[in-house]
């Protein structure tokens, strides 16, 4: 059974920095996206990036772009999600998650597996 693995959550100050990762334990077959997800108190849950497994494709939601980048270590089997320029409104529970999509990573409907989340707080 595939399992993932959130960490990296904590408190920052706007401005500041942090990396979230998730180990993917298991196997995944075929080909599928991983993704990063977030719920804020109150509101739905909503796509954050996504990556094709193999690094080919990122995708990213707009309100992050440009501040938020996603990437992939094959050979440790995790994925990292490196957060810049952090907003209070990046606060919330972040997800890591796996759809079987070979591309188009912001379908975000699509994701079927999910972690236990990570939160992050960012306080102004």
């Known amino acids: 059974q595939v399992q993932l693995e959130e960490s990296g959550g904590g408190s920052v100050q706007a401005g500041g920095s942090l990396t979230l990762s998730c180990t993917v334990i298991?196997?995944?077959?075929?080909?599928?996206?991983l993704g990063w997800f977030r719920q804020a108190p109150g509101k739905e849950r909503e796509g954050v990036a996504g990556?094709?497994?193999?690094?080919?494709?990122?995708y990213y939601a707009g309100s992050v772009k440009g501040r938020f980048t996603v990437s992939q270590d094959i050979a440790k089997n995790t994925v990292y999600l490196q957060m810049k320029n952090l907003k209070p409104e990046d606060t919330g529970m972040y997800y890591c998650?796996?759809?079987?999509?070979?591309?188009?990573?912001?379908?975000?409907?699509?994701?079927?597996?999910w972690g236990q989340g990570t939160q992050v707080t960012v306080s102004s």
């Open positions: 998650a796996a759809a079987r999509l070979t591309w188009k990573c912001d379908m975000w409907d699509q994701y079927q597996l």
């Open positions: 990556i094709t497994d193999g690094r080919v494709q990122t």
């Open positions: 298991g196997y995944i077959d075929g080909t599928h996206c």
